[in-house]
C-alpha cells in the first residue's frame, strides 16, 4: 500500500517555475532594504503561546495554530512578523541599539478558510525602523517601497500616503475623538458603499451631525500630489496640534520624495486611506499597480507609537511596511511580467557521448568561473531528446560537442529560441560565455 | 503585567551580526547551486503526519512536532527536506521531468535534547538530482561540493568519497553479506574504538573469521587519490560485479574532479566512511576542514536508490548533499572568517541639520544607484554620537556634510578605520561611490 502523496489544504508546493520567480523577487526586497541600510534578523517559527495569543486580535488566536511540545509546553506557530518583531525589540533593545532597522523575510502560519483564495502559509516580507520617531524615518518607507517597486520592474504605480493625524485631529477640532473608531469604521466603506451611505452611518452610529460628516468626508477626498491639498487639509484641520502635525509630515514626505527622485505619479496624497483602526499613529502607505488597481494594495505599512508594550517599559515607536508576495507575484503573472522557466541556469551541455566527459566538465568549470550558469545532461541520451529537455526547461542556448566537433576543438552554441546555431573554439569559454549571456538576455 | 519576551529552548534568535554571514553563506549555496542547474522549490512546513511518520526512523518520529489542526487533520512539521521531497517528487515528477535537479533551502524542526548542543530549529541546505542512475550525476555532487566551498571562501578543505559498493561486493565474495548491517555497524566505530576493536567485534557479532575481519579492515584502510588505491580496491573486491562497479564510479568521480580542475588535495578516496546504515547504495560524500577536522562533515550526501518508494510505483534513484549550515558558520568563527559587522549597508550618512535633508535624501539616492547601500541616520543627534553609532555597527565610512560644506557643494567622506578623511565634491555620486567601496573593501 502506498500513501498518498498531498500537500494539506491551503499549503502549496512550489515548483521551479514559480519558486524561480518567488525567490527573484525576494532576493530583490532583500537587496533594496539593504541598500537602505536595513539589517536582516530571524526568529523562531515556534514562541511560547503567550508570547503570540491575544496580539493580533481575535481572529488571530483563532486561525493560529497551536499545541503542546515535548516538555509541555503550550507553543503557537507565529500567525505574522510583527508580533515576533516586538518580542525580539523588547528582549535585544539594548544590545541592539536605536534606530534599529531590520527586515525579515520568513513563513507565517493562519489556519485561515481556504474557501476565500487565502493559504494558511504565506512569506511575509517586512521591514522596520524601530526606536525613533523621526519624520526622516517616516519618508524614507516611502522611498523603500519607491526603490522596491522599481527594483522589481514595475513603472506604472501609486504609493497612496495619508497620516492618521489628519483625521484625528479634524476630530479633535469637531469634539468627536471620543467616537473616532466608530466614525473610522464607517470611512472604511467609502470604496464600497459610497459618500451618502457613510455620511448616514457616521450619524446614525457615530453620532456626528450632518455638517461633521461632511467635513470628514471632505478631507477624505483630499488627493493630489501638490501644495494645493496641503493647504486645504491645514485648513480643515484648523488649530489642532494633531492635525497639523499630521499636515507637517506629509509635507516632509512629499518634499522627501521629490528630493529623492520620486516621480510625483508615484506617490501622492490620499486622506482616504486607512488602513485598520488602531494600530497606526502617524503617516500610512498603501500601493496600488496603476494596471491592476483591484488586487489591492501590495506593499502597506505606517507609524506605531509603541511596538512592544505587552513586553517591556521601553516605547519603542516605530515605522515600516510589509511587501505582499502573493499578492505582487499573482498580479505579475497577469501582467505578463513572469517569464516560464524551469531552470536557473543558462545553457544545456549536451552530453553527447562518454569520450567527451571530460571536455564537457573542463568546458563547463570555465564557464561557471565566467558567471555563466550550465547544467551537463547526465547521460548520453539521443540530442533530439536532450535538446526538447533544454527546450521544455526554457534554457535560452545549449551547447552541442559531438565527438567530431571534439576532434576539431569546436563546439557549436545554439540559441533556443531563435534556433540559429553558431561554432566556437572549444578553448574560448569567454567569447562562449558571451554569446550564451546574449542568448540569455530578455 | 508584561509578558517576559523569551524564546523556546533550543530555539534562537539572530541577531544582524550573526544573521548577516547566514543570508550570505545561504546566497552563495543557491548561486553555486543554480550554477549546475539546480533549480529552486519549496514545500510547506507541515504536512500531514502519515507523510512524515515512520520515515527518518524511531528517533525523527520521537523528535517530530505534530498536533491536531482545527480540521481535526493530524498534521507534523517537517523534521528534514528529503522526506518532504520524496513526497513531492512522487507528487509532480510527470510533470518535472527528468532528470530534476532541484535545491531546497529552509528550516526543520526537531525536539532534541538541547543538552547536546543541539537545536530544534535549524536550516538545511540541501540539492539533489532525482530520475537518473548516471555516474555523471555522481561526480558532478563532488564538483557542486567543491565549488560551494570555494565561494565560500574554503582553500584548505577534503572531499572524502567512497562508494557503498566496494564494501558490499567485498561481502558479497566473502560471503558475509547477510551480516552486513552488524559489519558496517562494527566498522562504523573505527574512528572511536579503533581497528583492533573493530576486528574483535566483527567475529563475535558479525560472524566474521580472523582473515575475513581483515580485509574488511584492509579495504576501510584504503585513501588517497591515485591509480594505486583504486588497484588495491580492484583487487580486494576480485571479481565481484558490485564491488567493480563501485571501483568504475570512485574512478569516474575522481578523473571527473581532475577534468574540473579540482586539485588533488580537496578530493580523496576514503573507503573508510560509511554515513549509516541502509539509506546510501552508491557514490557517498563527506567534507572535512583541514583546519578543524574535529567539528565533523560539512557536507555529506550520496546516491540512494529508490527515494520514494513509499508514495509511488515509479523508481526513482538520486543523489545529493546537505551542507551544515550551523556547523560551517560555527567553523567559520572558529577560523575568524567572519567579520563582526550590524549593518549591510556600506555608508553611514550624518544627518547635520533639516537644512540638509533634501541635498542627504539626492545623495543617498544617487549612491544607491550607484550600487552603494546607504544609511542616512533620521535624526540631527550629535555628530560624535552618530559616528560612535557607524562605529558600533561597523559601517566601513560615514558622510558628513554640514551646513558649510553643503553651501560649498561638498561632503567628507570619512574611512571608519583609518579615521582618514577625504574631501568629495557633491555633485560626483560616482567619485565618492569609488571610494566608499574602498573603505568597504576587505
Not at 242 to 257: R, S, T
Not at 305 to 310: Q, S
Amino acid at each position: 500500500m502506498k500513501i498518498t502523496p498531498r500537500t494539506l489544504k491551503g499549503f502549496r508546493d512550489f515548483l521551479p517555475e514559480s519558486m524561480i520567480p518567488r525567490e527573484r523577487l525576494m532576493e530583490t526586497a532583500r537587496r533594496v532594504y539593504r541598500s537602505f541600510g536595513y539589517s536582516p534578523i530571524d526568529t523562531p517559527a515556534l514562541e511560547y503561546l503567550e508570547i503570540l495569543s491575544g496580539k493580533g486580535g481575535e481572529e488571530s488566536d483563532r486561525l493560529m495554530y497551536h499545541f503542546e511540545d515535548h516538555g509541555g509546553r503550550k507553543v503557537g506557530m507565529r500567525f505574522d512578523l510583527t508580533v515576533p518583531l516586538a518580542r525580539f525589540a523588547a528582549q535585544h533593545i539594548n544590545e541592539l541599539g536605536k534606530p534599529f532597522k531590520r527586515y525579515h523575510l520568513g513563513p507565517v502560519w493562519r489556519g485561515e478558510n481556504t474557501h476565500r483564495g487565502r493559504y494558511r502559509e504565506f512569506i511575509q516580507c517586512d521591514f522596520d525602523t524601530i526606536g525613533v520617531k523621526s519624520a526622516v524615518s517616516d519618508l524614507e518607507t516611502g522611498l523603500v517601497i519607491h526603490d522596491l517597486l522599481q527594483a522589481i520592474g514595475f513603472e506604472r504605480f501609486t504609493i497612496r500616503v495619508n497620516d492618521r493625524r489628519l483625521l484625528n485631529g479634524l476630530l479633535e477640532n469637531l469634539g468627536l475623538r471620543e467616537q473616532s473608531a466608530a466614525l473610522l469604521r464607517a470611512l472604511d466603506k467609502l470604496g464600497k458603499i459610497g459618500p451618502e451611505k457613510v455620511a448616514q452611518e457616521m450619524m446614525t452610529v457615530g453620532g456626528a451631525t450632518q455638517s461633521q460628516a461632511e467635513q470628514v468626508l471632505q478631507l477624505a477626498s483630499l488627493s493630489g500630489d501638490d501644495a494645493s491639498q496641503l493647504k486645504q487639509l491645514a485648513k480643515l484641520v484648523g488649530d489642532s496640534e494633531l492635525g497639523q502635525a499630521g499636515v507637517a509630515g506629509l509635507e516632509a514626505v512629499l518634499q522627501g520624495a521629490r528630493a529623492a527622485g520620486v516621480s510625483t505619479n508615484c506617490l501622492q496624497i490620499d486622506a482616504s486611506i486607512a488602513r485598520g483602526l488602531d494600530y497606526y499613529t502617524g503617516v500610512i502607505y498603501e500601493t496600488f499597480l496603476d494596471d491592476l488597481p483591484g488586487i489591492g494594495s501590495i506593499c502597506s505599512g505606517g507609524r506605531y507609537d509603541n511596538l512592544a508594550e505587552l513586553y517591556t517599559k521601553q516605547e519603542l515607536p516605530g515605522v515600516g511596511a510589509s511587501l505582499g508576495l502573493d499578492r505582487l507575484l499573482a498580479a505579475m503573472e497577469e501582467l505578463g511580467m513572469l517569464e516560464k522557466v524551469g531552470t536557473p541556469a543558462d545553457v544545456l551541455l549536451v552530453y553527447f557521448s562518454d569520450a567527451g566527459l571530460s571536455d564537457y566538465l573542463r568546458l563547463a568549470a570555465a564557464l561557471r568561473e565566467q558567471g555563466v550558469g550550465v547544467e551537463l545532461y547526465p547521460e548520453a541520451k539521443k540530442i533530439g531528446q536532450q535538446l526538447r529537455y533544454a527546450d521544455r526547461r526554457g534554457f535560452p542556448a545549449a551547447i552541442i560537442a559531438g565527438d567530431d566537433e571534439l576532434a576539431r576543438r569546436e563546439c557549436q552554441l545554439k540559441n533556443m529560441s531563435s534556433g540559429e546555431s553558431s561554432t566556437f573554439p572549444l578553448d574560448d569559454p569567454a567569447a562562449i560565455a558571451e554569446a550564451v549571456k546574449k542568448c540569455a538576455a530578455p
